[in-house]
């Protein structure tokens, strides 16, 4: 049976406005985040401290999260999240860490949940964060203590999980083993991402079924592309083996500066579609949400690409 209810963390922000290609001045940025909670969304990722000279379009995240969280957006009739613990509470906006350096601004600007972000692959860690898995998870491992201390929530990603840019498929026991590491350095949550989203629902379920030997479903993440359209039938896939997060980007904006050809996240929308269906809470009203769509995608010169957003407009 399915769960009452599942949490939708929102990555548009993030995943979505780093692969544009100029960057959105921060006043949109914190715009786009107070409609994402207008909707009824309790988890946006709002930018990510790394090299402003290696991701210009996440410049200016101090900004944008200090922003925010100065002046927070009410509280909205999205409390669809009393019925279910997963998606009652306050909001929370994770950011992304690569090292210290990134910690120390991250926290800086008032930081609850930073998020660092390891790799399947040794040649996307090395052509993502300029380092080798193993380097990366010493790094990381500094960050966690520091998190720890300063009472910092931590999420890590897994990148790769079923395909690489550059190596192709990617063993489910690569992904376990890196999932594994992050949960003993203390990770509450593990984002597994199929960034290049060359996963199905068959090699999902392989990749899963190893990481779950490792991390218990309750602590993981899906976080899919949907470069293939797949993503939809990954989550449907993830769903069926217990997970209850998913990441998701409004208007199914996204992609990786580092992956060359990977396309969006999976819709927002169209997770908040599929889980309606399945009569499963997510807190989140669709209607707000399309509308969000549409108004970062025509800020951003387009339409939005989703069909449920379009769907939803014509209706
Ligand atoms: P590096 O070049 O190895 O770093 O970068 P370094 O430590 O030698 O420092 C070089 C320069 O970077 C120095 O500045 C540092 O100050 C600066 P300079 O002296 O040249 O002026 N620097 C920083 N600046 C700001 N914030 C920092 C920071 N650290 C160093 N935290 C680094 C290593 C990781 C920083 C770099 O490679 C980087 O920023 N990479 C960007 C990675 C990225 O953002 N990728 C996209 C996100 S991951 C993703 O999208 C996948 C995901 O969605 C899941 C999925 O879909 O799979 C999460
Ligand atoms: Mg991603």
């Given at each position: ?84 613990g ?7 906006y ?75 498929a ?47 479903a ?30 998701a ?36 009203d ?30």
């Open positions: 049976s399915w769960p009452a209810a599942v949490r939708i963390v929102e990555v548009g922000p993030r995943d979505g406005l780093q692969n544009e290609p100029f960057p959105l001045p921060v006043a949109a940025r914190v715009e786009l985040i107070r409609r994402l909670v207008g909707a009824g969304l309790k988890s946006v990722e709002a930018g990510a401290f790394v090299s402003p000279k290696r991701v210009p379009q996440m410049d200016g995240s101090a900004a944008v999260l200090a922003r925010v969280l100065a002046d927070p957006p009410p509280p909205t009739g999205a409390t669809a999240g009393a019925v279910a997963v998606v009652a509470g306050a909001v929370d994770p950011v992304l860490v690569p090292n210290l350096q990134g910690f120390e601004a991250a926290l800086a600007a008032g930081a609850q949940t930073v998020a660092v972000f390891a790799a399947a692959s040794e040649t996307f860690s090395r052509r993502n964060i300029n380092c080798s898995i193993a380097e990366s998870l010493v790094r990381f491992r500094a960050v966690a203590g520091a998190a720890r201390a300063a009472g910092v929530k931590l999420r890590g990603y897994v990148s790769c999980v079923a395909g690489c840019p550059y190596e192709g990617v063993a489910p026991r690569a992904v376990a083993g890196v999932a594994a590491a992050l949960r003993a350095l203390g990770c509450d949550e593990i984002s597994l991402g199929d960034t290049i989203g060359t996963g199905n629902p068959d090699s999902i379920r392989r990749m899963l079924e190893a990481v779950l030997r490792e991390v218990p309750e602590r993981l993440a899906g976080h899919y592309h949907d470069t293939y359209g797949m993503a939809v039938a990954n989550v449907y896939a993830s769903l069926e083996l217990g997970l209850t997060v998913f990441d980007a409004v208007g199914g904006l996204g992609g990786c500066p580092y992956a060359p050809g990977a396309a969006g996240n999976v819709a927002t929308e169209e997770l908040v579609w599929l889980f309606g269906g399945l009569g499963i809470a997510t807190g989140v669709l209607e707000a949400l399309v509308d969000t769509a549409v108004w970062i995608s025509t800020r951003l010169g387009r339409a939005p690409a989703s069909r449920v957003a379009r769907a939803v407009l014509a209706r």
